[in-house]
């Protein structure tokens, strides 16, 4: 009995110390942004917020125009959809951005609305507005796009009338040139002389150089794309 004793305290030490080489590893920390945006109550305050403050900028704008002669252009990403849950399993993997995931990441049609989009969406068509979304999302993407916007609730038609992707793949990042289409695109869905009131978005390339007297509300996305609007990303502003 001693015997089998010592032989099965040898099988529990070796099975523990297997056990202890092939744990898996802590997953590692989540970026300051990342984590912020993923996370923090503070990041969906603060969104909300700006959404807020676009919502009374639109309401003076229709006080004092004529119902559908005018519009607002909203990026897509990290401006309609949160998509921080892609930005997570990188960082989590260790991995980081290539076309090729986020493709697959698309194909999802998981991402979240940002919050206090939704409101303003709805704002805008109540106060007699256009919404055009203007991304660089690939055209190979816009189907998906589309049908992510509408499992959140921003169908075409009902909530925009305009959705402009990128040509891959040498359609330019700039978006100056699909700004300045949106409103000959209301135009010829009936819609003439309209006028860009605001842009929302996250990036300094959500907006054209010239505002032209149109506003820019910027949606602090924690500086996990691109070149942020917001003066200081992330948490601690």
Known sequence: QRQMCIRDSSCLAFAAALTACTTTPPAPALSPGVDWVANSPGWAE?????????????????????????????????????????????????????????????AEKSAPPVPGVIDFVE???ALGGHVALVTNR???EQLWTEENLSDVGLTRHDDFRVLLTRARPYGPSDKTARFALVPSMLAVQGYPGVEVVAFVGDNEGDKPEDLSGAEFFCIDQGAMYGEPCAAVPGPGR
């Open 138 to 140: 690939a055209d190979s």
């Open 46 to 106: 603060e969104a909300e917020a700006v959404y807020a403050e676009a919502g009374a900028y639109v309401e003076a704008v229709a006080a004092a125009r004529e119902p559908k002669s005018w519009a607002v252009i909203l990026d897509v990403d990290e401006t309609v959809l949160n998509n921080v849950e892609y930005q997570v399993r990188l960082e989590t993997t260790g991995d980081t951005y290539t076309p090729e995931s986020w493709h697959a990441w698309t």
């Open 123 to 125: 704002k805008v068509n």
